[in-house]
């Protein structure tokens, strides 16, 4: 992956937010579990309108664009998300000289 695909994939906030869970959870989560992260950090709570449409927007938008580019894998019957090649974008999440992942955004 070049580094103008890198960026793209990054240059949304959610995407960001989705693979450092995954990064911080083995490399798994459910659709489920990352929705509802989502929404509550848009709200600061997740409730269930904003659940939903952190959902659409997860299984619409993110992981197929996620997936496309090799980075994910997840089973939409199962809504299970398993993470598989990160090592060309894990530069960018994470600060190399504290091995701890960067504030993405407040």
Same mark, same amino acid.
């Given at each position: 992956m070049d580094t103008h695909e890198?960026?793209?994939?990054?240059?949304?906030?959610?995407?960001?937010?989705?693979?450092?869970?995954?990064?911080?959870?083995?490399?798994?989560?459910? *659709?489920?579990i990352l929705a509802?992260?989502?929404a509550a950090r848009r709200q600061n709570h997740a409730d269930e =309108? @904003?659940?939903e449409r952190a959902e659409l927007r997860l299984v619409h938008n993110h992981l197929p664009r996620l997936?496309?580019?090799? *980075?994910l894998a997840y089973d939409r019957a199962s809504g299970?998300?398993?993470l598989k090649e990160v090592s060309? =974008? @894990?530069p960018y999440l994470t600060d190399p000289?504290?091995?701890r992942t960067?504030?993405?955004d407040s």
């Amino acid at each position: 992956m070049d580094t103008h695909e890198a960026f793209a994939i990054l240059a949304d906030t959610d995407r960001q937010h989705i693979l450092t869970e995954l990064l911080e959870n083995d490399g798994r989560s459910t *659709v489920g579990i990352l929705a509802d992260q989502l929404a509550a950090r848009r709200q600061n709570h997740a409730d269930e =309108l @904003e659940r939903e449409r952190a959902e659409l927007r997860l299984v619409h938008n993110h992981l197929p664009r996620l997936a496309d580019h090799g *980075v994910l894998a997840y089973d939409r019957a199962s809504g299970e998300v398993v993470l598989k090649e990160v090592s060309d =974008l @894990e530069p960018y999440l994470t600060d190399p000289t504290r091995k701890r992942t960067i504030p993405l955004d407040s």
